[in-house]
Protein backbone atom coordinates (compact mmCIF):
# COMPACT_ATOMS: atom_id res chain seq x y z
CA UNK A 1 0.00 0.00 0.00
CA UNK A 2 2.94 2.56 0.66
CA UNK A 3 4.53 1.84 -2.43
CA UNK A 4 1.29 2.98 -3.93
CA UNK A 5 0.99 5.83 -2.08
CA UNK A 6 4.22 6.60 -2.60
CA UNK A 7 3.92 6.50 -6.58
CA UNK A 8 3.91 9.94 -8.38
CA UNK A 9 0.01 11.16 -9.93
CA UNK A 10 1.17 10.06 -13.65
CA UNK A 11 1.51 6.56 -12.16
CA UNK A 12 -1.03 6.10 -9.80
CA UNK A 13 -4.07 7.51 -11.90
CA UNK A 14 -3.90 5.43 -14.59
CA UNK A 15 -3.03 2.49 -12.35
CA UNK A 16 -6.28 3.11 -10.24
CA UNK A 17 -7.96 3.34 -13.15
CA UNK A 18 -6.69 0.17 -14.81
CA UNK A 19 -7.89 -1.69 -12.24
CA UNK A 20 -11.29 0.30 -11.50
CA UNK A 21 -12.63 -0.41 -15.13
CA UNK A 22 -11.47 -4.09 -14.70
CA UNK A 23 -13.16 -4.43 -11.17
CA UNK A 24 -16.10 -2.47 -12.55
CA UNK A 25 -16.30 -5.15 -15.90
CA UNK A 26 -16.39 -8.18 -13.13
CA UNK A 27 -18.86 -6.65 -11.32
CA UNK A 28 -21.00 -5.69 -13.82
CA UNK A 29 -20.57 -9.31 -15.56
CA UNK A 30 -21.14 -11.33 -12.16
CA UNK A 31 -24.29 -8.71 -11.47
CA UNK A 32 -25.57 -9.43 -14.82
CA UNK A 33 -24.73 -13.44 -14.78
CA UNK A 34 -26.67 -13.31 -11.52
CA UNK A 35 -30.10 -11.94 -12.23
CA UNK A 36 -30.09 -13.98 -15.25
CA UNK A 37 -29.73 -16.96 -13.55
CA UNK A 38 -32.60 -15.41 -11.02
CA UNK A 39 -34.64 -14.62 -13.75
CA UNK A 40 -34.24 -17.74 -15.28
CA UNK A 41 -35.30 -19.62 -12.34
CA UNK A 42 -38.63 -17.16 -12.26
CA UNK A 43 -39.21 -17.33 -16.02
CA UNK A 44 -38.66 -20.75 -17.91
CA UNK A 45 -35.11 -21.12 -17.88
CA UNK A 46 -32.98 -20.20 -21.33
CA UNK A 47 -35.22 -17.34 -22.06
CA UNK A 48 -33.21 -14.63 -24.41
CA UNK A 49 -35.57 -11.86 -23.31
CA UNK A 50 -33.70 -12.56 -19.55
CA UNK A 51 -30.17 -12.75 -20.85
CA UNK A 52 -30.93 -9.45 -22.98
CA UNK A 53 -32.32 -7.56 -19.90
CA UNK A 54 -29.58 -8.65 -18.02
CA UNK A 55 -26.50 -7.96 -20.06
CA UNK A 56 -27.68 -5.16 -22.31
CA UNK A 57 -29.49 -2.98 -20.11
CA UNK A 58 -28.32 -3.90 -16.65
CA UNK A 59 -24.46 -4.17 -17.00
CA UNK A 60 -24.04 -1.25 -18.18
CA UNK A 61 -25.90 0.64 -14.74
CA UNK A 62 -23.37 -1.92 -12.96
CA UNK A 63 -19.91 -1.17 -14.71
CA UNK A 64 -20.85 2.77 -14.54
CA UNK A 65 -21.71 2.91 -10.66
CA UNK A 66 -18.75 0.37 -10.28
CA UNK A 67 -16.15 2.64 -12.29
CA UNK A 68 -17.12 5.54 -10.36
CA UNK A 69 -16.81 4.40 -7.41
CA UNK A 70 -13.79 2.24 -7.46
CA UNK A 71 -11.69 4.75 -9.04
CA UNK A 72 -12.68 7.20 -6.50
CA UNK A 73 -11.99 4.91 -3.73
CA UNK A 74 -8.80 3.61 -5.58
CA UNK A 75 -7.09 7.45 -5.75
CA UNK A 76 -8.45 8.15 -1.97
CA UNK A 77 -6.13 5.81 -1.16
CA UNK A 78 -3.28 7.71 -3.17
CA UNK A 79 -4.13 11.26 -2.22
CA UNK A 80 -7.24 13.34 -0.90
CA UNK A 81 -9.60 13.73 -3.66
CA UNK A 82 -11.54 16.47 -4.71
CA UNK A 83 -15.01 16.57 -6.93
CA UNK A 84 -13.13 16.10 -9.90
CA UNK A 85 -11.75 12.24 -9.46
CA UNK A 86 -15.60 10.93 -9.54
CA UNK A 87 -16.60 13.64 -12.26
CA UNK A 88 -13.85 12.10 -14.01
CA UNK A 89 -14.70 8.61 -14.36
CA UNK A 90 -18.61 9.13 -14.40
CA UNK A 91 -17.63 11.51 -18.14
CA UNK A 92 -15.45 8.85 -18.52
CA UNK A 93 -17.70 5.33 -17.81
CA UNK A 94 -20.98 7.43 -19.64
CA UNK A 95 -18.88 8.11 -22.89
CA UNK A 96 -17.92 4.51 -22.90
CA UNK A 97 -21.24 3.14 -22.60
CA UNK A 98 -22.78 6.30 -24.89
CA UNK A 99 -20.67 4.95 -27.57
CA UNK A 100 -20.91 0.87 -27.10
CA UNK A 101 -25.37 1.50 -27.22
CA UNK A 102 -26.14 4.81 -28.31
CA UNK A 103 -28.68 3.58 -30.76
CA UNK A 104 -30.68 1.37 -27.85
CA UNK A 105 -29.87 2.79 -24.56
CA UNK A 106 -32.08 5.40 -23.21
CA UNK A 107 -31.14 7.77 -20.35
CA UNK A 108 -31.98 5.46 -17.94
CA UNK A 109 -29.23 3.74 -18.17
CA UNK A 110 -26.94 6.89 -16.70
CA UNK A 111 -29.37 7.29 -13.81
CA UNK A 112 -27.76 4.86 -10.69
CA UNK A 113 -23.86 6.29 -11.92
CA UNK A 114 -25.37 9.41 -11.56
CA UNK A 115 -26.51 8.96 -7.87
CA UNK A 116 -23.30 7.52 -7.26
CA UNK A 117 -21.24 10.51 -8.81
CA UNK A 118 -23.29 13.25 -7.29
CA UNK A 119 -22.95 10.98 -3.75
CA UNK A 120 -18.87 10.42 -4.38
CA UNK A 121 -18.27 13.91 -5.41
CA UNK A 122 -20.41 15.11 -1.84
CA UNK A 123 -18.65 13.29 -0.15
CA UNK A 124 -15.35 13.74 -1.57
CA UNK A 125 -15.75 17.39 -1.24
CA UNK A 126 -16.15 16.88 2.55
CA UNK A 127 -12.93 15.73 3.01
CA UNK A 128 -10.52 17.99 0.99
CA UNK A 129 -8.95 20.85 3.37
CA UNK A 130 -8.62 24.40 1.90
CA UNK A 131 -5.75 25.87 2.01
CA UNK A 132 -5.15 29.17 4.12
CA UNK A 133 -3.88 31.67 1.70
CA UNK A 134 -6.99 32.79 0.19
CA UNK A 135 -8.23 33.38 3.38
CA UNK A 136 -8.99 37.17 4.33
CA UNK A 137 -7.63 37.57 8.50
CA UNK A 138 -8.96 39.86 10.71
Not at 59 to 79: K, N, T, Y
Request: with cysteine; aromatic share 14%.
Amino acid sequence: MSVYRDAPDYVAAPLALLVSGLVSLTIAVLGAAALAFLLGKLHQPGDLGDAIVAFFFVAPRIAIVGLVSCFAVFMSWHRPISWQVPTFAFALGITLVWIWGHDWLGVAAFIPGTVAWLGLCWFSSRKVNTRNEHVIQA
